[in-house]
């Protein structure tokens, strides 16, 4: 499989390479060429598998060339071990035609260990086999960080420096990330916006010398091997509910637009999804683009779900390049004048083929809580404020007779102040983080501007490489 530039301009790379790179060379996001294909009797043939060898079944097409799959499934066996459900994604039936899929049974109690398990495995693998080291930096809005550094502590190859927006993470969030002391791990509290800290991340990458003698890389969903993870754990559920026989709908807590692009993915290899839901809090850009194709971004609000407290989905560019049939050049001049103007106007056409597809639904703050509390009450589930907004979404578009599966993107133990006030219980961590507010924090404090992180970044290499 090689891969190409959402902007045309990077050369084309195989997975061993887009992997470590993270972001393409011309700013844009590496996509495969083409898109691998299942047919019914494949898929029905999966039903039987375990979730790893069902991941690495899905997985293996986008690593050809460069890890054979039973390396691969070496990998995905030993990522998911730790996972504290035997069923690894379990899915519960909370409605009539409404299920819930939990993604949060790994080490940090998030969605993004499903594909972050596994990515610190693969890095392992690819530099080991080059000789080489790389620095991860990434943004986080508060999940993606903590599953990052899980995956990437103590592994010699890797220094890994994670950005999050200071004060605009739950206290659980933070903790997870910056209690983590191994000497390759570095975080950074930025004065700003998970917006600020994205825009940071790619402004290093952007800075040509500065991203060769640091060796960057990306684990953030810009680097398309966390796409890649995540198709799995929609093809399971599905066929749990009688794929390819039968369509599925999805509904999914959406802020960088890489979790619901991965379920978008398993439609064009052939599993019949009917419907994509995107929910969004009150930084409802998604939705109102869905809703009036109206791409406008607007100050980033504070909310009781912070991990989707974004107004620039960074993967929706990679959906955008796709329904413009490709277009590099299209794409490129769409996402730089929003970049400049913070306004996309997307063709009509592109919003109309989108809109058939994808549906959003936007709660505040007030409607949030009142879901938790209403879910808990009539379906005895505890959701945390993402997960929640994921049910509304699919309670609102689901179609008689197709299921419609919410991804649960996190534990409710992660948000105590919001689960408490809303239903009155505050969710315990897991034994393994029970100790979690006992412990040593580190972490530093930097200026919104490049030239501090990058001192802060440079320092942290050093640090580690000596």
């Known amino acids: 499989m090689k891969y190409v530039s959402t902007r045309g301009k990077a050369p084309v790379h195989s997975f061993s390479d887009i992997l470590l790179a993270g972001l393409a060379e011309d700013g844009g996001l590496y996509m495969p060429e083409s898109w691998p294909r299942f047919s019914a009797d494949e898929w029905r043939a999966m039903r039987a598998l375990p979730y790893p060898e069902l991941a690495a079944k899905i997985i293996a097409p986008f690593t050809a060339g460069s890890i054979d799959h039973d390396t691969l499934l070496g990998f995905c066996k030993d990522a998911y071990s730790q996972f504290d459900h035997a069923a690894i994604v379990p899915l519960t039936q909370i409605e009539d035609g409404l299920y819930v899929q939990e993604l949060f049974h790994g080490p940090t109690l998030a969605f993004k260990d499903m594909a972050l398990q596994l990515l610190g495995r693969l890095f392992d693998h690819v530099l080991t086999e080059r000789d080489e080291r790389v620095t991860i930096v990434g943004a986080t809005s508060g999940d993606t960080g903590s599953a990052a550094i899980e995956a990437c502590r103590g592994r010699d190859r890797l220094t890994v420096v994670i950005l999050h927006p200071e004060g605009r993470t739950s206290d659980v969030q933070r903790r997870q990330m910056t209690t983590v002391l191994d000497s390759n791990i570095t975080n950074l509290a930025l004065k700003g916006t998970f917006d600020d800290c994205q825009d940071m991340v790619k402004a290093m990458f952007a800075d040509a010398p500065f991203r060769q003698d640091m060796r960057l890389s990306a684990v953030n969903s810009i680097n398309w091997a966390r796409i890649a993870a995540q198709i799995p754990y929609y093809v399971y559920s599905a066929l749990a509910l009688g794929a390819p026989d039968r369509e599925v709908s999805f509904a999914v807590p959406t802020g960088n637009f890489g979790n619901v692009l991965a379920a978008w993915v398993a439609k064009q290899m052939g599993l019949p999804i009917r419907h994509l839901c995107v929910g969004s809090n009150r930084n409802d850009i998604l939705t109102r683009f869905l809703d009036s194709n109206d791409m406008s971004a607007r100050q980033v609000v504070p909310s ?163």
Not at 353 to 362: D, E, N, Q, R, V
Not at 379 to 396: C, E, F, M, N, W
Not at 417 to 435: E, F, K, Q, W, Y
Request: glycine fraction near 6%; hydrophobic fraction near 40%; aromatic fraction near 6%.
């Open 304 to 466: 009781l779900s912070p991990s989707m407290d974004i107004q620039v989905s960074s993967n929706f560019e990679r959906l955008l390049f796709e329904f413009l049939g490709r277009d590099a050049e299209a794409c490129a001049a769409l996402m730089t004048g929003f970049r400049s103007t913070g306004k996309m106007d997307v063709p009509a056409k592109v919003w109309e083929s989108i809109h058939t597809l994808f549906s959003g639904l936007a709660l505040d703050d007030e409607e949030t809580e009142a879901q938790i509390r209403s879910v808990h009450q009539n379906s005895q589930y505890l959701a945390d404020p993402h997960t929640v907004i994921g049910i509304t979404a699919g309670r609102k578009f689901r179609e008689p007779g197709v299921p419609m599966v919410a991804m649960a993107t996190a534990h409710p133990a992660k948000f105590p102040d919001a689960m408490r006030a809303a239903t009155g219980i505050t969710p315990a961590l897991p034994p393994a983080l029970a100790d979690l507010f006992d412990r040593e924090e580190r972490f530093r404090v930097v200026d919104n501007e490049l030239g501090n992180v990058e001192d802060a970044v440079r320092s942290a290499v050093l640090s580690n490489r000596s």
